[in-house]
């Protein structure tokens, strides 16, 4: 069974605009990771932040974890076409890692 | 070039044939793992291992069988036994267990 339900389940945005999607989870973690998954191909590791960790940043990727809400945010600044790919929130806690069913972007230029 | 390669891409199989897939990676990764994903869903962990000639049973194990003789090798094995095996197959490895994870390219098995 799925933890992380991402929200929203597909976004389409123009380029250089900024895209949010969350993540919620029911269970308490040790940490939470997104990912990237070009179609057909494999997934793509962006940011882990740790259970006490509230932010964390990489290039134009930013990432909050909100553990009394159990929700994740993942914004990505100055959107390209690019970026155009479907993003997945993992939890894992107590060797358990679950996926949810990704946010999928597009970004048209 | 360090990675995690998989083969074959594309799998064909006939109903009440096992099948093997190949997962292999030179990036000196301890922990390994397979998932399963479906069309329009996340991934769904069926086993990983994290040390040599030992592992777990993920979430959805039932008619997977895996191996890990090797660091660099863990092959899974799709039996009769699964119920509905087509899907896409991702392996991954990390260092240490449960962080970054690197993942494959995937392998799309099909039962004919």
């Known amino acids: 069974s799925q933890q992380g339900e991402e929200d929203p389940q597909a976004l389409s945005i123009q380029e250089g605009e900024n895209a949010t999607m969350n993540c919620s989870y029911k269970?308490?973690?040790?940490?939470l990771q997104w990912y990237r998954q070009n179609s057909g191909r494999g997934l793509v590791h962006l940011i882990l932040i740790r259970s006490n960790e509230r932010e964390k940043h990489s290039g134009r990727l930013r990432v909050t974890l909100d553990t009394s809400k159990k929700s994740s945010s993942l914004l990505i600044t100055a959107s390209r076409a690019a970026d155009t790919a479907s993003y997945f929130c993992?939890?894992?806690?107590?060797?358990?890692?679950?996926f949810g069913a990704g946010t999928r972007l597009t970004v048209k230029p | 070039d360090g990675g995690i390669t998989q083969s074959p891409k594309y799998l064909f199989r006939k109903e009440g044939q096992n099948v093997t897939l190949s997962c292999e990676q030179n990036?000196?990764?301890?922990?390994m793992y397979w998932y399963r994903q479906d069309p329009g869903q996340g991934l769904r962990l069926i086993y990983y291992s994290q040390i040599v000639n030992d592992f777990q049973k993920g979430d959805i194990a039932e008619g997977y069988s895996v191996s890990r003789e090797k660091k660099e090798s863990f092959p899974l094995t799709v039996t009769s036994a699964q119920k509905n095996p087509t899907a896409f197959y991702l392996c991954?490895?990390?260092?240490?267990?449960?962080?970054?994870?690197?993942f494959g390219p995937g392998t799309r098995l099909t039962v004919l």
């Open positions: 993992a939890t894992y806690n107590n060797n358990d890692m679950r």
């Open positions: 990036l000196n990764h301890d922990a």
């Open positions: 269970t308490s973690i040790n940490n």
């Open positions: 991954a490895s990390s260092r240490p267990s449960w962080n970054e994870q690197f």
